[in-house]
């Protein structure tokens, strides 16, 4: 069993940065692959950014590619998304993702454990 805690969550204007953390419970975190996803109200989960076991390889959505970053520190067993360059529709609850592969992933399908989520807000 995989337990993930997200943070760094807030309310930021827009042209803002934040950063997201995932802590990920477990000795094999340095096999899977991570990443993070997002929902509004009324919405299905939609990617954002997946990383790669090792993480030398990386996707993010078109909606956010030149804006949002993701990387990973396999000692510390965390995984982070840099946002910078915020606009409002980015606002949503953010959800930390594992797949118990090493490859990354788009498809909420893929996804074996989910973190509890955290509010991102972005005002105009």
């Known amino acids: 069993q995989v337990q993930l805690v997200e943070s760094g969550g807030g309310l930021v204007q827009a042209g803002g940065s934040l950063r997201l953390s995932c802590v990920a419970s477990g000795p094999t975190f340095g096999y899977y692959a991570m990443g993070w996803f997002r929902q509004t109200s009324g919405k299905e989960r939609e990617f954002v950014a997946a990383?790669?076991?090792?993480?030398?390889?990386?996707s993010v959505a078109n909606s956010v590619k030149g804006r949002f970053t993701v990387s990973r520190v396999n000692g510390k067993n965390t995984v982070y998304l840099q946002m910078n360059s915020l606009k409002p529709e980015d606002t949503a609850v953010y959800f930390c993702a594992v797949r118990t592969s090493g490859g990354i992933f788009s498809n909420r399908d893929e996804i074996a454990y989910w973190g509890q989520g955290t509010q991102v807000t972005v005002s105009p």
């Open positions: 990383i790669n076991w090792s993480g030398g390889l990386t």
